[in-house]
């Protein structure tokens, strides 16, 4: 069953977030954690992040950030949140990260999958963004203040350089 996410706009996203950043997962591995301090331990995937550009906050290139995510495997056992995209070594990302990421009881990534893009490289060589939201299922908020189901967005690639405008115009709002 995918996880049900209040879909957000991209200011939404840009606005949640401390800071948004482009940078690759240098290490990355499971293990027993309990970030919020309740006393129950999960799987989470942790994983060590360098940034190379900062679109919204103050880190310089060559941070090193340190991000966990609900999910992976340790030994023999396996637990998995549908939705939540796990860290892979070397991948590169832009991440709208929000704040007190140490704390994040599922993911550090505002909106989840929605302030996550797969940076890679095309076929001319421009770097591109990608989002997916296949494992995902949204609903939004009526006028009225309730829920109700929200049309899923399709799969997005764009040319980086869009996408930082875009959120950099959305974060000096």
């Not at 939404?12 to 950043?21: A, C, F, G, K």
């Amino acid at each position: 069953r995918p996880l049900t996410l209040l879909l957000l706009t991209e200011a939404e996203i840009v606005s949640q977030s401390e800071r948004v950043v482009i940078g690759t997962v240098t290490t990355s591995q499971a293990r027993w954690m309990d970030p919020d301090g309740d006393g129950f331990e999960n799987i989470y995937t942790v994983a060590t992040f360098r940034i190379d550009q900062t679109v919204k906050g103050d880190d310089p290139p060559g941070t090193v950030l340190t991000l966990h995510v609900l999910g992976g495997t340790v030994g023999q056992r396996t637990q998995l949140a549908p939705g939540v995209p796990l860290f892979t070594n070397g991948e590169r990302l832009l991440l709208c990260l929000e704040r007190n990421p140490e704390k994040a009881k599922l993911s550090p990534i505002a909106g989840v999958v929605q302030g996550r893009w797969t940076v890679t490289t095309a076929d001319d060589g421009s770097e591109v963004a990608r989002r997916s939201f296949s494992d995902a299922h949204f609903m939004s908020r009526t006028a009225a203040g309730s829920l109700a189901e929200a049309d899923q967005p399709g799969d997005t690639v764009e040319a980086l350089a869009d996408v930082v405008a875009r959120l950099q115009a959305e974060a000096q709002k």
